[in-house]
């Protein structure tokens, strides 16, 4: 069974970049059908896709957040990562990192327990 | 972005009840629409895909229905484990997009 664990610092300035990683267990990032997504959830909000990545480095982001967002893969340590710069108060929310599975049509299948950053000074 | 809206937002229930939630899409979406269980701290549970594929080693008691902008999940007896918080998520066009989440509590 696949497993997922973000990891970060749960606080960071604004006008900062967030960075944070999830690290893949019971599967490989190199697989062929996968795709690494990361999520987030503001406190007492709805969910919001932030974009995914391919193992080639392939990826799509949130037209609302690509600016300000990479997603990155690291296949030798099987964990991919997300940076969010230029921070403010509204990207305090619930990370989620995630695998979507399928062919042309992508479902979302496993996801981590999420960790909560908080921007603030 | 295609907007999903589900009601109810919370919903009181009694171990035993039929319960059914909706999810509606601004535009059409076939039946690309996943539904998913969250409880507080745990990870997200994929419980149906494709509006009415029921995931691996989820319960029979829970299932979906729709196609094209109107989706319901459906619970035909209420059990303990299924209080929690229930969304839908359409897959169909970039971005994804969620519902805001159905609260189902103990009567």
């Known amino acids: 069974q696949v497993q997922l664990q973000e990891s970060g610092p749960g606080l960071v300035k604004p006008s900062e970049t967030l960075s944070l990683t999830c690290t893949v267990s019971?599967?490989?990032?190199?697989?062929?059908?996968?795709?690494w997504s990361w999520i987030r959830q503001p406190p007492g909000k709805g969910l919001e896709w932030i974009g995914y990545i391919y193992y080639t480095g392939s990826t799509n982001y949130n037209p609302s957040l690509k600016s300000r967002v990479t997603i990155s893969v690291d296949t030798s340590k099987n964990q991919f990562s997300l940076k969010l710069t230029s921070v403010t108060a509204a990207d305090t929310a619930v990370y989620f990192c995630?695998?979507?599975?399928?062919?042309?049509?992508?479902?979302?299948?496993?996801w981590g327990q999420g960790t909560l950053v908080t921007v603030s000074s | 972005d295609i907007q999903m809206t589900q009601s109810p937002s919370t919903l009181s229930a009694s171990v035993g009840d039929r319960v059914t939630i909706t999810c509606r899409a601004s535009q059409r979406i076939s039946s690309w629409l996943a539904w998913y269980q969250q409880k507080p701290g745990k990870a997200p549970k994929l419980l149906i895909y494709?509006?009415?594929s029921l995931e691996s080693g989820v319960p029979s008691r829970l299932s979906g229905s729709g196609s094209g902008t109107d989706f319901t999940l459906t619970i035909s007896s209420l059990q303990p484990d299924d209080f929690a918080t229930y969304f839908c998520?359409?897959?169909?066009?970039?971005?994804?997009?969620f519902g805001q989440g159905t609260k189902v509590e103990i009567k």
């Open positions: 998520q359409q897959y169909n066009s970039y971005p994804w997009t």
């Open positions: 494709k509006a009415s």
């Open positions: 019971g599967g490989s990032v190199s697989s062929g059908n996968s795709y």
């Open positions: 995630a695998r979507s599975e399928g062919g042309s049509y992508l479902v979302t299948d496993y």
